[in-house]
């Protein structure tokens, strides 16, 4: 059979069809991939291509990266510092309207900093948050919405598993995706911010006010999250300024929450093989996967499917804005029935060269199917991280959980088609810092 | 071999090579800072990364961890599932056959070659060994009582 966009396009809807069906991700993308290749080129490239490519992923020096933030990421787990970093940031905002909720919100963005995972991040505060929040008397929608919503920053603030696997994929530096992420991830806090400010404006009861903690208290509170805040600014710091790379600064960070795992008498020989086995798990989980979409992408590219593609919606002549709020429809669409890895490893190897002859940036696009790939995880019917909270709260229905995410998800609109017209968002500080 | 030895013992072997990972790129940095750079440390690490990254493989399929969308699979009666379920160990078994073969063929093409690594000659050979019976092992695990055991 001779290459054709046609067969292409054939391929994404089997795969689709496939996913959907729940075959694991990483099995489909390679299954697919080969059966294309096979078709296309011929079974002996096709079974070489892919014994290369499992090589060459496996002996990746930038995606040895994954693994070693994801135990840096484990390891403070060991170190219990989510609990801690929620600490902190109620007592410094509790006694406001709402404080709790910002609190949440601001809790996932430092537990994101050390974690690359949003499902892991909603996980982890929705333990520590929402029984909090219940207890102090706010509403279960509110509750419940900011640390779904919150969650989502574990994907976005550096370090992002996705866009290590993003930068793997489409051959971007991952310390320039991270520096990029940076803003979007900030802007993006703040606007759920202003979501909790103008909630408990409209709906006082929503969020009572509770007594101010004292300085002692506050002082104690930071005091304990000292020692990882360090580590985080120096690993983030180290990427942005380009003083280490981001493999070194995943290893830096590991050995550092290694370090404050010992120091605070929390390290022994069971903690460190949970903290191992769980970092394999998760490694072999993202290996896997990548391994899949490099064939996938391999068979794509064969087909032409990309340029037929770019010539249609060329064709429409939208611009690169319309063009793109288009895309973010579509992905919202396709993001409504895919996980996140799935949706980014289906559409990364046919919308990037769309994106390069729209004259568009790799990096900009990273963080925007990133932030693109957030949205879907607190919308239903996917919404991993409503079903994550839902386990943490049983007894809230996922309909008010859905209730209480639906004013974030407002904002994650707004926020997404801010960084579709002002790309600086997203490029301003890579090129400020000349990266 | 018993499951629960073969899980400690790629536990800590490839955790202890994701170990080996993190110390020699926190040598490198903090060497390059000190001006006495570790020569070769990207290649100790790119062999080390495919132990712990083969290892993490087999442990994630060994817990039928593999990442899924399971909206339409989770709304299945459970005799359906069961099928899907048989399918997929099939189909994880088809593909990692493909891999097997593929690095095989490329491991056979290239055994006389000698490749090593280009600073501190690390023979290629006993890696592309490595990936194999990495996939040796995930294709038995793969055809071992498929579908008998609900995914995670």
């Known amino acids: ?435 | 071999m018993n499951l629960s030895l073969l899980r400690t013992m790629l536990v800590w072997i490839s955790g202890g090579a994701l170990l080996i990972a993190m110390v020699v790129d926190t040598l490198a940095m903090f060497g390059r800072a000190l001006q006495f750079p570790l020569i070769g440390s990207i290649e100790i690490i790119q062999a080390v990364v495919l132990i712990a990254a083969s290892g993490g493989l087999i442990i994630t399929t060994l817990d039928h961890a593999h990442a899924r969308v399971r909206l339409v699979l989770d709304r299945l009666p459970s005799r359906w599932r069961r099928r899907f379920e048989t399918l997929y160990a099939v189909a994880a078994a088809l593909l990692f056959a493909a891999l097997l073969a593929g690095s095989l063929w490329i491991t056979a093409d290239l055994w006389s070659g000698y490749e090593e690594s280009e600073i501190l000659r690390i023979p290629y050979r006993p890696l592309r060994l490595a990936v194999v019976l990495a996939l040796i092992v995930l294709l038995v695990l793969a055809l071992r009582r498929p579908g008998t055991r609900e995914s995670r």
């Open chain 1, 1 to 435: 059979m001779s290459a054709q966009p046609l067969t292409g396009l054939v391929g994404v809807v089997a795969l689709l069809a496939l996913l959907l069906a729940g075959m694991p991700i990483g099995f489909a993308l390679g299954l697919v991939g080969l059966a294309g290749l096979a078709l296309t080129l011929g079974l002996e490239p096709a079974l070489i291509k892919s014994g290369v490519l499992v090589f060459e992923t496996l002996t990746r020096y930038e995606l040895g990266t994954l693994p070693l933030f994801m135990l840096m990421a484990h390891l403070c787990f060991v170190a219990k510092a989510s609990r801690d970093f929620f600490d902190l940031a109620s007592r410094l905002f509790g006694h406001r309207r709402g404080g709790l909720a910002i609190a949440s919100v601001a809790g996932c963005a430092g537990f994101g900093s050390i974690n690359g995972s949003s499902l892991a991040t909603t996980a982890t505060m929705g333990l520590v948050a929402v029984p909090e929040m219940r207890e102090r008397g706010y509403a279960d929608t509110m509750a419940t919405g900011s640390v779904a919503a919150g969650g989502t920053l574990g994907q976005m603030i550096p370090p992002s598993g996705a866009l290590i696997v993003f930068g793997i994929i489409a051959e971007q530096s991952i310390g320039v995706l991270f520096t990029a992420a940076i803003v979007p991830g900030l802007t993006q806090m703040l606007s759920y911010f202003l979501v909790i400010a103008l909630w408990v404006v409209l709906r006082p009861e929503a969020a009572p006010q509770l007594a101010r903690s004292s300085w002692s208290e506050r002082r104690a509170a930071l005091r304990r999250v000292i020692d990882i805040g360090l580590l985080v600014m120096t690993v983030t710091g180290g990427i942005v300024l380009g003083w280490v790379t981001p493999s070194e600064a995943a290893a830096l960070g590991a050995a550092g929450a290694l370090v404050i795992c010992v120091l605070r008498g929390r390290m022994n020989g069971q903690a460190l093989r949970g903290a191992l086995e769980d970092t394999l798990r998760t490694s072999g989980l993202i290996y896997l996967v990548v391994i899949g979409a490099l064939i996938f992408a391999a068979f794509i590219s064969v087909t032409g499917l990309t340029d037929a593609i770019g010539a249609t919606i060329g064709g429409f002549g939208f611009g690169p804005v319309g063009t793109m709020l288009l895309v973010a429809v579509f992905l919202l669409l396709i993001g409504s029935v895919l996980d996140g890895l799935a949706l980014m490893l289906l559409t990364t190897p046919i919308l990037l060269p769309l994106v390069a002859d729209l004259g568009l940036s790799a990096i900009w696009f990273g963080v925007f199917l990133v932030r693109a790939m957030e949205i879907g995880f607190v919308h239903p019917p996917m919404g991993l991280n409503l079903y994550v909270i839902q386990g943490v709260a049983p007894e809230v229905s996922l309909g008010r959980i859905f209730k209480g995410v639906l004013p974030f998800l407002a904002a994650d609109l707004l926020h997404l088609v801010l960084l579709v017209v002002f790309p600086v968002i997203v490029l301003g500080l890579p090129q400020w810092l000349g990266r």
